[in-house]
């Protein structure tokens, strides 16, 4: 089975990020890691093309930088990576991100296309349902299990109150929640060979695509201010300022 | 004059209450107001909707097959032939997968993650909520209408308006061949205790902090004691100790209760978009940098082991 894999590199979530002040735009550092959250989708594949001996291919869009983020997913096993890179795509909204990945994708040819449910940084979340759609194929998101069993895609699909099972033929496209399954640890061994794995650098005219992005940050303003109150250290009487509160807010 | 439709799912309690909070605020763009029903279109479903401002249903009925291509396909035709201005999407599983398609199949920018839409003089601006909701950002569209708004529940109150029964038109759902595939071939409903986490007045919610998937007893024994509902990080959603269903924040539920309680919470942004607008907020952190003391209208440094045993204590006694 080939299996792409959507992955993106953002900046270290733990140090704050800056936006530019005229684009609006997140300023991106040549240190970008692999977005926690798809750790799970490239754990996903690398499981699933295990078990059909297939194959994984990470495809990104963005500014590649120094390659550290898609260099961790390598090492974790995926076999290639596609990144399409150039000046024209920045800030772009989900839909154009959709155009660009499909069209790369499709490029490649695959069975299966594995996606996060939302990005640590965009979280629009939506990316994987229009990237199901341009690639007309079904879409079986908020996947908390997945399974392969000769052409059929199940998942088990989060609600509201529980879950469902889903299933679909493939071509697919599979959307994971954190915590599918435990990603692994890059080995050293791994590490070593992730240096000298395919990684193509695209731009959106060798896709033969246009983009546009139809949306526009106006403004950023500061959220108006939510005071806090009190701030207490336990002296073994806390629970009945607790008792008090409780009682003024008319709740007990 | 501004034509808007509300997307609305079924759920197990009717329309989607997300839904019914979107037609709420759509009534104020004055204008024409619509709902795109996906669920059974019984009277007292149908009713709902009109009763909250819908003057117009467009009405689907899903089959066994996840309903959201199809349904995405048959909502791109009716906006063709229609010309709404705005579309209305809860951030619902349904919501975000029906939204995400039509965006693709009519080539429409979606704003997604709105915690307010504005409406002036056919221009509409979406807001949402960055940091933790400490920052807000407008944002506007640069394509021609339908303008695709996906919102976050609980950023407005559902009223209904006392609207009366509306007009039906019933859309079938087009084939939409292999796209159309996907089957829903079981569904598991969690049985879940106490009040609905999204409706309850209290909620009391556990994080890392309670060491061990056994800690979350005393959170669920003082839920107990003050009629609550519990809720959890997603911290101890992934580690197993707890049901997705109860993880409040960014990839979970967005809550409102007069009183939140947080134990061992320490605070993540994408915990506090999902609680900080509740009405008071109640933390117990043994760290006293805990950002969750920011948005606390009491905090407590200690143990949650040492305080809430003695809480449960103190209330048993009234
Ligand atoms: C894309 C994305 C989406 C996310 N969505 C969500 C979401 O929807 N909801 C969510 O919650 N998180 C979400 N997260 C995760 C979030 O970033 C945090 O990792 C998570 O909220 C932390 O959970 P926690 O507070 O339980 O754990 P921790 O951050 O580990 O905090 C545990 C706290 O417990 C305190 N503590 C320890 N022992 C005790 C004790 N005995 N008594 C009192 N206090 C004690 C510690 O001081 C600490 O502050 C998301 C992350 C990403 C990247
Ligand atoms: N620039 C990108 N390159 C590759 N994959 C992406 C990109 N943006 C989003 N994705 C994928 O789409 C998922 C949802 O992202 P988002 O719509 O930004 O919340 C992510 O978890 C990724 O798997």
């Known amino acids: 089975m080939r299996v792409a894999v959507c992955v993106k590199q953002i900046p270290d979530p733990a140090s704050p990020y800056d936006l530019d002040p005229d684009t609006h735009f997140v300023v991106r550092p040549t240190d ?41 997913a390598l090492a974790m096993g995926a076999d290639k990576a596609v990144i ?24 490649e040819g695959f069975d299966l296309v594995i996606a996060g449910t939302e990005s640590t940084d965009g979280y629009a979340g939506i990316l994987p349902q229009q990237l199901a759609e341009f690639l007309g194929v079904p879409a079986l998101t908020f996947a908390k299990k997945v399974s392969v069993e ?7 699909r989060q609600t509201q109150t529980g879950y469902d099972e889903v299933e679909a033929p493939v071509p697919a496209l599979v959307s994971v929640t954190a915590g599918v399954v435990e990603p692994r640890y890059p080995t050293f061994k791994g590490i070593m060979q992730a ?58 | 004059m501004a034509k808007t439709w509300v997307f609305v799912e079924e759920t197990e309690e009717g329309p989607a209450t997300v839904g019914l909070e979107l037609l709420t605020k759509a009534r104020g763009f004055g204008g024409e107001l619509a709902a795109v029903f996906l669920g059974n279109g019984s009277e007292e479903n ?50 975000r997968d029906v939204a995400g398609r039509l965006s693709a199949r009519i080539g429409k920018t979606i704003l997604s993650n709105a915690t307010d839409i504005a409406m002036e003089g056919g221009m509409v601006t979406v807001t949402n909520e960055i940091l933790g909701g400490m920052t807000l950002v407008d944002a506007i569209f640069e394509n021609d209408p339908p ?42 409903t969690e049985h879940l205790e ?65 009183v939140y309680i947080a134990a061992g919470v320490s605070g993540a942004m994408q915990h506090l978009v999902g609680m900080k607008d509740s009405k008071v907020i109640i933390a117990i952190n043994k760290d006293e940098e805990a950002p969750i003391f920011g948005v606390s209208d009491l905090g407590v440094v200690g143990d949650l082991h040492k305080v809430l045993p003695k809480l449960i204590e103190a209330l048993g006694n009234r």
Do not use: C
Request: charged share 20%; no cysteine; glycine share 12%.
């Open chain 2, 46 to 95: 149908l009713a709902a909707l009109g009763a909250h401002g819908a003057s117009k249903v467009f009405h689907m009925t899903p089959s066994d097959a996840l309903p959201t291509a199809a349904a995405a396909a048959a909502l791109a035709d009716l906006a063709g032939s229609h010309s709404p201005d705005l579309i209305l999407f809860g951030l619902t599983y349904t919501g």
């Open chain 1, 150 to 156: 000769g052409d059929t895609v199940r998942i088990e």
């Open chain 2, 194 to 258: 106490g009040p609905k986490l999204e409706d309850a007045a209290i909620v009391v919610a556990a994080g890392r902090g309670i060491g061990t998937e056994e800690g979350f007893a005393v959170i669920e024994e003082l839920a107990s004691k003050l009629g609550a509902a519990t809720a959890a990080t997603r911290a101890i959603v992934d580690a197993g100790w707890v049901a997705y269903s109860k993880q409040v924040g960014q990839t979970g539920k967005t809550v409102k209760p007069d």
């Open chain 2, 147 to 188: 303008y695709l708004v996906i919102a976050r529940p609980k950023s407005f109150p559902a009223e209904p308006s006392g609207g009366g029964a509306p007009e039906i038109e019933t859309v079938s759902l087009p084939d939409v061949g292999h796209a159309g595939s996907a089957i829903v071939t079981a569904s598991h």
């Open chain 1, 84 to 107: 399409i890179d150039d000046g024209t795509l920045q800030g772009s909204d989900s839909l154009a991100t959709a155009g660009i990945l499909a069209a790369a994708i499709q490029r």
């Open chain 1, 195 to 252: 240096k000298s794995k395919p990684v193509e650098t695209l731009t959106a005219g060798d896709l033969g695509v246009e983009v546009t992005t139809k949306q526009k940050i106006i403004a950023i303003r500061p959220a108006p201010e939510r005071a806090s109150g009190e701030l207490i250290e336990d002296d073994g009487e806390a629970h009945l300022k607790i008792v008090a509160l409780l009682e003024q807010a008319k709740v007990i």
């Open chain 1, 32 to 72: 970008q890691v692999l977005d926690d959250t798809d750790r799970y989708g490239v754990e996903m594949g690398l499981q699933l093309a295990e078990q059909t001996e297939g194959t994984v291919t990470l495809v990104s869009m963005g500014p590649s930088g120094n390659l550290q983020g898609i260099r961790q």
